[in-house]
C-alpha cells in the first residue's frame, strides 16, 4: 500500500498521534526520547464524506473506504545521519516511504523534555531536514564514481543520472531539500530522478503539534509552521495528537459530543489522513451496489483496464468496458437507474482516463 512516514524530533507527539491514527492508544507513548524503537506501521481508513452518500442511494449493507499506511519513524536527532542517537537506522525507514509527514512540537509542557532545550518548530524542522539533506549528499557521492565510469562508455542513463546529481547537490549545497529543484518534465528525467531515491525529493507536508488548548484555533507557533508550508506551497494541519489520541478512543456518538465541546467540526486526523492521500497524487474511484459501497485507490491519469486491476488481475485481463457515472450524476439523479434515464451512464473503453468520484461498474470477459 501507499505508505507515508510521520517523521520529526524525539518528544514531539508522533507515537501519541500514529496511535491515534491507528486507535492503538497508549501502546508506546511515553516521556523520554527514543522509546518508539522499531518503526511502526499501520493502515488506516482513509475519511471520505462521498461514500456515505453513494452508499445511502444504493441501500449498501457494508461500506468500505480506501485505506493508506503510515509509519511511525523514530530516531531522528541532531547527528543522526552520522550514527547519533538511534544512528540512521531511520534512513532506510525513510527511504521506503512515498511521501513525509514533519510533525513539528507547537506545544509547551515543562514535563515534556525537548531534546533542544526549547520550543521552536521551525528550527526542529532545519534540524530534521539538514539530516535528510546531508544523508542524501552522502548517498548521491557513494553513487558517483560507479556512474562515471559507465558515463564514459557513453551510457546514456549513466550520463543522465549524472547531471541529476549535479543538479540534486546544487540543490541540497545552498541548503535547500531536492524536491525544491526545477528538473525537466519529460518521462525519462522524471524516472531516472526517482531512481536517485533521495529523502529530501519526496513530497512532504506539515504537521503543528498544538496544545489542547489551541486545536480548534492553533497558536502563534502553528503560524509559523503555515507560514512555511505556504512559501513552498505544500500543505500544513494544525492538531492536538494528546486531544486526538483522546477521541481515537471513544465511540462516535462521544466523540461526536467532544469534539463540539472543543469547537472541531471533525477530528484533526481526518485532515492529517487526507493530507497524507492528496500528496502521494491517488484518486479514488467507486463502486456501488446493495452488498457494498467501496473506495478504490488510483494513481492519477490510470485507465479504465488498470483501475479495474485494482479489483482483480482477471478484471484488467478481460476487460471490455467500464459503466461510468459521474459522483455528481449518481447523486443528482438518485443512483443507476435515474442516472441511465437522464443519459448520465457512459459506456467507457480500453482508453479511458478515470475520474476522481467516477462510480464503475466494470464488464468483462472471464
Ligand atoms: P515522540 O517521541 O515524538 O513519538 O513523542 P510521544 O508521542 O511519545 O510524546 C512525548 C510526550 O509528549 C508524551 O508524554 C505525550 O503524551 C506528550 N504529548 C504529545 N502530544 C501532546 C500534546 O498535544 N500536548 C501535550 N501537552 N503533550 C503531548
Given at each position: 500500500g501507499f505508505k507515508c512516514g510521520i517523521v520529526g524530533l524525539p518528544n514531539v507527539g508522533k507515537s501519541t498521534l500514529f496511535n491515534a491514527l491507528t486507535r492503538t492508544a497508549d501502546a508506546q507513548a511515553a516521556n523520554y526520547p527514543f522509546c518508539t524503537i522499531d518503526p511502526n506501521e499501520g493502515e488506516v481508513a482513509v475519511p471520505e464524506k462521498r461514500l456515505r452518500a453513494l452508499a445511502d442511494i444504493a441501500g449498501s449493507k457494508e461500506v468500505i473506504p480506501a485505506r493508506m499506511n503510515f509509519v511511525d519513524i523514530a530516531g531522528l536527532v541532531k547527528g543522526a545521519s552520522k550514527g547519533e542517537g538511534l544512528g540512521n537506522q531511520f534512513l532506510a525507514n525513510i527511504r521506503e516511504t512515498d511521501a513525509i509527514a514533519y510533525v513539528l512540537r507547537c506545544f509547551e509542557d515543562d514535563d515534556i523534555t525537548h531534546v533542544e532545550g526549547k520550543i521552536d518548530p521551525m528550527s526542529d524542522y532545519e534540524v530534521v531536514e539538514?539530516?535528510?539533506?546531508?544523508?542524501?549528499?552522502?548517498?548521491?557521492?557513494?553513487?558517483?564514481?560507479?556512474?562515471?565510469?559507465?558515463?564514459?562508455?557513453?551510457?546514456?542513463?549513466?550520463?543522465?543520472a549524472l547531471e541529476l546529481i549535479t543538479l540534486a547537490m546544487e540543490q541540497l549545497e545552498s541548503g535547500k531539500p531536492a524536491r525544491a529543484a526545477t528538473?525537466?518534465?519529460?518521462?525519462?528525467?522524471?524516472?531516472?530522478?526517482?531512481?536517485?531515491?533521495?529523502?529530501?525529493?519526496?513530497?512532504?507536508?506539515?504537521?503543528?503539534?498544538?496544545?489542547?488548548?489551541?486545536?480548534?484555533?492553533g497558536n502563534d507557533f502553528s503560524a509559523k509552521v503555515f507560514a512555511h508550508a505556504e512559501k513552498e506551497g505544500a500543505q500544513a494541519v494544525a492538531i492536538s495528537a494528546k486531544i486526538e489520541s483522546e477521541i481515537a478512543v471513544l465511540d462516535d456518538d462521544e466523540a461526536a459530543e467532544f469534539l463540539e465541546t472543543l469547537g472541531l467540526e471533525e477530528p484533526g486526523l481526518n485532515r492529517v489522513i487526507q493530507a497524507g492521500y492528496r500528496l502521494l497524487n491517488l484518486q479514488t474511484y467507486f463502486t456501488c451496489g446493495p452488498k457494498e459501497t467501496r473506495a478504490w485507490t488510483i494513481p492519477e491519469g490510470c485507465t479504465a483496464p488498470k483501475a479495474a486491476g485494482v479489483i482483480h488481475g482477471d478484471f484488467e485481463r478481460g476487460f471490455i468496458r467500464a459503466e461510468t457515472i459521474a459522483y455528481e450524476d449518481y447523486i443528482k439523479y438518485n443512483g443507476e437507474s435515474g442516472a441511465k434515464e437522464a443519459g448520465k451512464v457512459r459506456q467507457e473503453g480500453k482508453e479511458y482516463i478515470v475520474k476522481d468520484g467516477d462510480v464503475l461498474l466494470f464488464k468483462f470477459n472471464v
Open positions: 539538514t539530516e535528510l539533506m546531508i544523508a542524501d549528499m552522502e548517498s548521491l557521492e557513494k553513487r558517483k564514481p560507479a556512474l562515471e565510469k559507465k558515463a564514459r562508455g557513453n551510457d546514456k542513463d549513466a550520463k543522465l528538473i525537466p518534465d519529460d518521462a525519462d528525467t522524471r524516472k531516472a530522478w526517482r531512481m536517485l531515491q533521495l529523502l529530501t525529493s519526496k513530497p512532504v507536508f506539515y504537521i503543528a503539534n498544538v496544545d489542547e488548548d489551541s486545536a480548534a484555533t
